[in-house]
C-alpha cells in the first residue's frame, strides 16, 4: 500500500504488518484516521480508516496471474491433453491388434 506524502510528494510504501498495525491503533484510540509520518520531510499524512482497510484487502487478495504464469498453464493443459489423447490412441491401436 501506498500513501503519498502532501507536502514533498513522497511515496511511503507500507507492508501489510504496518497496515494491520494502523488499523489495531485505530481500534485502541477509536479513531477514524490514522497519521503516517512521511520519510523525507517528516510530516504527517492524515489517511482515513477505509483507505487501510482497501490496502488491508489488497494484501489479502489472490494475486493476478502474469502473462507467462497463463501461458505456462495453458502449455501444461495442452501437453496433459496431448498425453491423453496419445493413451487413448495406443489403448485402441492394442484393442484392434487383440481382435486380429
Excluded: Y
Amino acid at each position: 500500500m501506498d500513501i503519498t506524502c502532501w507536502n514533498c510528494k513522497t511515496v511511503t510504501a507500507l507492508d501489510k504488518a504496518a497496515v494491520e498495525a494502523a488499523l489495531a491503533a485505530m481500534d485502541a484510540s477509536k479513531l477514524g484516521f490514522h497519521d503516517v509520518a512521511c520519510a523525507s520531510c517528516g510530516k504527517s499524512n492524515r489517511t482515513a480508516r477505509d483507505v487501510f482497510e482497501a490496502g488491508l484487502a489488497a494484501f489479502n487478495a489472490a494475486p493476478e496471474m502474469t502473462k507467462r504464469e497463463i501461458n505456462q498453464a495453458h502449455k501444461a493443459e495442452k501437453a496433459a491433453k496431448d498425453k491423453a489423447k496419445a493413451e487413448r490412441a495406443a489403448v485402441k491401436a492394442a484393442v484392434r491388434k487383440a481382435r486380429k
